[in-house]
């Protein structure tokens, strides 16, 4: 480990035993992700389009979730909300599809829908597994990127640093994980306070945190 990759995380560590370290992430892709490979890929499949392992034995389709001119593509929040949580009908209102509602909070269904946009909009698919790299980010990223992605870390204050703000779906659509992956394990040269994490993390858990960082996006 390099130097200031070694007191970094020794000082991210520190500000989190503390507590300083905002708790109140934005965490709604990233749980919306998790629910979703519980409780919908079953039919829904994991890419959204309505291919899971049950899906052929249903009388009715399960619907394509991210096709551009299905009706959940062309919903509104609140609507798609309200499909899920089944207090909105959908098709005939005979098909298997659970109404949600029944055993979800609201909040738990506001980050399903934040993640049904994230299969609709985002341009790049997740290049590993996010569950490995959400503690890997906060406890090595945080400090500079913030707990939440917005590039409002406590290191960046202190250290005058200006990251993107990861929470931006926009901006992170502009990037390829091939680009992710490469300044995650080189750095950024020169000055440039992003340290490469090619000596701490392994590619897995490179390609983990690219995932996690996709997932801070609100879509
Ligand atoms: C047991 C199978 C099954 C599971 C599990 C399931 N669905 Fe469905 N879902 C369906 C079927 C079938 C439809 C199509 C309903 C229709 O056309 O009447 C559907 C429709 C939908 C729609 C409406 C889409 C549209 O275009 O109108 C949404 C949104 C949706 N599901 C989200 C979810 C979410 C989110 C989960 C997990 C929390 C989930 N579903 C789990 C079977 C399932
Ligand atoms: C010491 C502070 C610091 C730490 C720790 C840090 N970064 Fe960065 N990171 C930065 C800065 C500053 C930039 C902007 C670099 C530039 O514009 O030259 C950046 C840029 C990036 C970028 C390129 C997109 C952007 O925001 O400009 C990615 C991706 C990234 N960091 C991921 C990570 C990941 C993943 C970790 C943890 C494994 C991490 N960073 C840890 C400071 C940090």
């Known amino acids: 480990m390099n ?4 007191r970094v995380v020794k000082f991210a560590a520190l500000l989190s035993l503390l ?3 905002s708790l109140s992430a934005h965490a709604g892709t990233y749980e919306g992700y998790t629910l979703f490979n519980q ?7 994991t890419d959204g389009k309505g291919n899971g392992p049950l899906a052929k034995k249903l009388d009715v389709a399960p619907a394509d979730l991210t096709n551009g001119n ?19 009908r959908h098709g005939a209102g005979t098909s298997a599809m659970p109404q949600w509602g029944l055993a979800m909070p609201g909040n738990q269904i506001k980050s399903l829908v934040s993640y049904i ?8 698919s997740l290049p590993g597994d ?11 990223c945080a400090a500079c990127h913030g707990r939440s992605g917005k590039g409002d870390g406590p290191l960046a204050e202190v250290l005058g640093l ?13 990037h390829p994980n091939s680009q992710f992956i490469q300044v995650v394990s080189h750095g950024t040269p020169g000055k ?3 340290p490469g994490w090619k000596d701490v993390l392994s590619q897995e858990e490179i390609e983990g945190v690219v995932s996690y960082m996709r997932l801070l996006s609100n879509y």
């Open 117 to 124: 946009r994230f299969l609709q909009r985002s341009k790049h």
């Open 192 to 194: 440039s306070m992003m």
């Open 162 to 174: 200006k990251p993107k703000d990861h929470t931006d779906s926009g901006e992170m659509n502009k």
């Open 19 to 21: 507590g300083l370290i």
């Open 39 to 45: 409780s919908c890929f079953l039919c829904h499949g």
């Open 130 to 140: 996010p569950e490995i790299g959400k503690s890997i980010y906060e406890d090595n």
């Open 3 to 6: 130097r200031i990759v070694t």
């Open 70 to 88: 299905g009706s959940a593509a062309e919903s509104t929040d609140q609507r798609l909300f309200g499909l899920i949580q089944g207090t909105v």
